[in-house]
């Protein structure tokens, strides 16, 4: 199962850092991402990190965005900075153990707004 949580109200500018607290080892997972759903608009990618921490990152979020793990604390953490209004939108973080088997945890929102 996944936990994700760290969402809520920022003004434009602002930070936030979501985390994602898996209930077993991220170690057995190769790759771990955080995906965004906006109102009226599809699922997209904003940004994924594998067990070597190699990372990937949409354009929209690059260079305002960072991903990684701790494995410690199994969990997955998203800083965001530089936020904009576009940001707006419900944050799924998922785990691939491989490309059959997925889950995903519930959202939580974060919101863009003066």
């Known amino acids: 199962q996944l936990q994700a949580s760290g969402g809520g109200l920022v003004q434009p500018g602002g930070s936030l850092r979501l985390s994602c607290v898996a209930s077993?080892?991220?170690?057995?997972?190769?790759?771990m991402g955080w995906y965004r759903q906006a109102p009226g608009k599809p699922r997209e990618l904003a940004a994924t990190?594998?067990?070597?921490?190699?990372?990937n990152y949409a354009d929209s979020v690059k260079g305002r965005c960072t991903i990684f793990r701790d494995n410690s604390k199994m969990t997955m953490y998203l800083v965001m900075n530089s936020l904009k209004p576009e940001d707006t939108a419900v944050y799924y973080c998922?785990?691939?153990?491989?490309?059959?088997?997925?889950?995903w945890g519930k959202g939580t929102l974060v919101t863009v707004s003066s």
């Open positions: 990190i594998t067990s070597g921490d190699s990372t």
């Open positions: 077993g080892s991220l170690i057995s997972i190769p790759v």
């Open positions: 998922k785990a691939d153990y491989s490309s059959r088997t997925a889950y």
